[in-house]
């Protein structure tokens, strides 16, 4: 990319980190330093602002980036990413979001340890927790050296390293000094500014081909090289019975992946009542729905506009698709119009990994703090402070979630997104579901689905074609890989359901009737939350 390129990009992304730090810096003059503010933000947005900021929590990278970039590649199959993410709304807006707002307080562990033996269920939650925020956390980080290489013309990896580095650093200083309520606000800015830019863009392809949208997806199909093939089922899932198992895997963890991932469940506690948390999903859906029907249409936009094959020799995962679609919309490379498109883009998704990556550093320091800390420090000499932990904790997790960013920087976001979603699905889906609705669940059986998910998904992953085995894999000169698929979600979702019955109907621990009818009234009724 030419100088003008970089400057104008960089400057609008150095405007976006000063706002977001003013507004980090204000917030923090003004808390109180408590658990609740620090945690929930002091439970004070309105259903509007929580459904803005949890579209901007969810519309992230993978969102922006990966699956336009996977339609731009595969066509239809590539559109069955953002169909599961949208989805998976469904089942939050009518098993979670009132119910989890009504018997939680901060964390999902909050759910569990309301009728069970708190210790141990605590450890087990927050393991997970932290394990679905670190997964998702490197796809965000991914991201952000992708749209590095892309800006500096892929001149130096070092460039890259240094970008992820300072990604990192800044989601550290957001959820250390501004907690929950400097990172709403952050996601409320983020969430506008991405609807503001996929809205330009999307209008913009669609006057390219002056509103004629089959002559829009004719000529991403002779594009792509494929044809009609482009159009239909089974490009990337259509091969044989492997691919296809890997479809139903990925729609099972995308569908069932969202009500467990921690940072979304956390957003639900930043509202004053369940009615609110209800009515704030209602706002996502609307926003994220609108969306993700726009990146369809850049998705064929860049096929069209761009080339399938020119989009994979810029990045052989599709990540940079949308930029390059915003160079060729604005008048090309050299143009004025193409450099200040590519760099507005560039500085939103540069803004969107940003606002979803302290997002989950936030959830993912809660968890740590608030349940494993917690449960931990009875053993420990003095107690510290939960939200001096937290954030601690938030500065531990930025280093891992770099490091293995930079390990991860060759694939795709949307799939590594995917398997994040299946490792919540699997471990968090089973136990937050038994919890709320069965009457005789036991400790023992909240530990086992736990960890018989949470072990089956990230075991089979390390044994799946994504580590080993293949050119494209983390390690390509090794094979150790066992499992056929890319996504463990078919195996390991419902490992984690049999693992939680199992234990329970083993356990010799007697369900205690009075708490469950106090967690049932709670959850339904709201009587006696926070």
Same mark, same amino acid.
């Given at each position: 990319?030419?100088?003008?390129?970089?400057?104008?990009?960089?400057?609008?992304? +150095?405007?976006?980190?000063?706002?977001?730090?003013?507004?980090?810096?204000?917030?923090?003059?003004?808390?109180h330093g408590s658990a609740e503010e620090f945690y929930a933000g002091g439970?004070?947005? @309105?259903?509007?602002?929580?459904?803005? =900021?949890?579209?901007?929590?969810?519309?992230?990278?993978? @969102?922006? #980036?990966?699956?336009?970039?996977?339609?731009?590649?595969?066509?239809?199959?590539?559109?069955?990413?953002?169909?599961?993410?949208?989805?998976?709304?469904?089942?939050?807006?009518?098993?979670?979001?009132?119910?989890?707002?009504?018997?939680?307080?901060?964390?999902?562990?909050?759910?569990?340890?309301?009728?069970?033996?708190?210790?141990?269920?605590?450890?087990?939650?927050?393991?997970?927790?932290?394990?679905?925020?670190?997964?998702? #956390?490197?796809?965000?980080? &991914?991201?952000?050296? +992708?749209?590095?290489?892309?800006?500096?013309?892929?001149?130096?990896?070092?460039?890259?390293?240094?970008?992820?580095?300072?990604?990192?650093?800044?989601? &550290?200083?957001?959820? @250390?000094?501004?907690?929950?309520?400097?990172?709403?606000?952050?996601?409320? /800015?983020?969430?506008?500014?991405?609807?503001?830019?996929?809205?330009?863009?999307?209008?913009?392809?669609?006057?390219?081909?002056?509103?004629?949208?089959?002559?829009?997806?004719?000529?991403?199909?002779?594009?792509?090289?494929?044809?009609?093939?482009?159009?239909?089922?089974?490009?990337?899932?259509?091969?044989?019975?492997?691919?296809?198992?890997?479809?139903?895997?990925?729609?099972?963890?995308?569908?069932?992946?969202?009500?467990?991932?921690?940072?979304?469940?956390?957003?639900?506690?930043?509202?004053?009542?369940?009615?609110?948390?209800?009515?704030?999903?209602?706002?996502?859906?609307?926003?994220?729905?609108?969306?993700?029907?726009?990146?369809? /249409?850049?998705?064929?936009?860049?096929?069209?506009?761009?080339?399938?094959?020119?989009?994979?020799?810029?990045? =052989?995962?599709?990540?940079?698709?949308?930029?390059?679609?915003?160079?060729?919309?604005?008048?090309?490379?050299?143009?004025?119009?193409?450099?200040?498109?590519?760099?507005?883009?560039?500085?939103?998704?540069?803004?969107?990994?940003?606002?979803?990556?302290?997002?989950?550093?936030?959830?993912?320091? =809660?968890? /740590?703090?608030?349940? #494993?800390?917690?449960?931990?420090?009875?053993?420990?000499?003095?107690?510290?402070? !939960?939200?001096?932990? =937290?954030?601690?904790?938030?500065?531990?997790?930025?280093?891992?979630?770099?490091?293995?960013?930079?390990?991860?920087?060759?694939?795709?976001?949307?799939?590594?997104?995917?398997?994040?979603?299946?490792?919540?699905?699997?471990?968090?889906?089973?136990?937050?579901?038994?919890? #709320?609705?069965?009457?005789?669940?036991?400790?023992?059986?909240?530990?086992?689905?736990?960890?018989?998910?949470?072990?089956?998904?990230?075991?089979?992953?390390?044994?799946?074609? /994504?580590?080993?085995?293949?050119?494209?894999?983390?390690?390509?000169?090794?094979?150790?890989?066992?499992?056929?698929?890319?996504?463990?979600?078919?195996?390991?979702?419902?490992?984690?359901?049999?693992?939680?019955?199992?234990?329970?109907?083993?356990?010799? !621990?007697?369900?205690?009737?009075?708490k469950y009818a106090e967690t049932e009234v709670r959850s339904l009724t709201?009587?006696?939350?926070?």
């Amino acid at each position: 990319m030419t100088g003008d390129h970089q400057t104008l990009a960089l400057l609008l992304f +150095s405007g976006f980190v000063a706002v977001t730090l003013a507004i980090t810096t204000w917030v923090s003059r003004r808390r109180h330093g408590s658990a609740e503010e620090f945690y929930a933000g002091g439970r004070l947005f @309105s259903p509007m602002e929580n459904g803005f =900021a949890i579209a901007g929590d969810y519309m992230s990278a993978a @969102s922006f #980036l990966g699956i336009s970039g996977l339609i731009a590649l595969y066509g239809y199959d590539g559109l069955l990413y953002g169909v599961g993410f949208l989805v998976a709304w469904l089942v939050v807006l009518f098993l979670v979001a009132e119910l989890v707002r009504n018997c939680g307080r901060f964390t999902l562990a909050d759910v569990v340890a309301a009728r069970m033996s708190e210790r141990p269920v605590r450890i087990a939650a927050g393991t997970s927790s932290v394990t679905v925020s670190v997964l998702y #956390l490197v796809a965000q980080m &991914v991201g952000a050296g +992708s749209l590095v290489a892309l800006l500096l013309g892929r001149t130096s990896g070092a460039a890259q390293a240094w970008t992820v580095i300072g990604v990192g650093a800044l989601m &550290v200083i957001y959820v @250390s000094l501004g907690g929950m309520r400097a990172t709403t606000w952050i996601q409320i /800015v983020k969430a506008v500014l991405l609807l503001s830019g996929t809205v330009v863009l999307t209008v913009l392809v669609l006057l390219r081909f002056h509103g004629d949208v089959d002559r829009l997806l004719l000529t991403a199909a002779d594009r792509s090289g494929q044809g009609r093939a482009f159009l239909a089922p089974g490009l990337k899932y259509g091969g044989d019975w492997n691919s296809r198992l890997d479809f139903i895997s990925l729609g099972l963890a995308l569908v069932l992946g969202t009500a467990g991932l921690p940072h979304i469940l956390s957003r639900f506690y930043t509202v004053p009542t369940a009615r609110a948390a209800r009515r704030s999903v209602v706002w996502s859906i609307g926003l994220i729905g609108g969306f993700y029907l726009m990146t369809i /249409v850049l998705g064929f936009g860049a096929a069209a506009v761009v080339g399938t094959q020119a989009v994979r020799g810029s990045n =052989a995962a599709g990540n940079t698709a949308v930029p390059l679609l915003a160079l060729d919309l604005g008048g090309g490379a050299g143009s004025t119009g193409g450099t200040v498109l590519f760099a507005v883009v560039a500085a939103v998704a540069f803004a969107t990994i940003l606002a979803v990556v302290a997002g989950i550093t936030l959830a993912s320091s =809660a968890s /740590v703090a608030h349940d #494993l800390y917690a449960s931990l420090r009875r053993r420990s000499g003095k107690p510290r402070s !939960e939200v001096a932990v =937290a954030r601690c904790a938030a500065v531990g997790i930025g280093v891992v979630a770099i490091g293995l960013g930079l390990l991860a920087r060759d694939l795709n976001v949307a799939f590594l997104v995917g398997l994040a979603f299946a490792v919540a699905a699997s471990a968090n889906l089973p136990v937050l579901l038994y919890s #709320l609705f069965w009457r005789g669940f036991t400790t023992r059986g909240a530990v086992w689905a736990v960890y018989g998910g949470l072990l089956p998904a990230i075991g089979l992953v390390l044994l799946s074609p /994504v580590v080993s085995g293949s050119p494209e894999s983390l390690f390509p000169g090794v094979d150790f890989q066992y499992f056929p698929l890319e996504n463990p979600g078919i195996v390991s979702i419902p490992l984690g359901f049999l693992a939680g019955w199992l234990g329970t109907v083993t356990s010799d !621990e007697v369900p205690d009737e009075a708490k469950y009818a106090e967690t049932e009234v709670r959850s339904l009724t709201g009587a006696g939350a926070v």
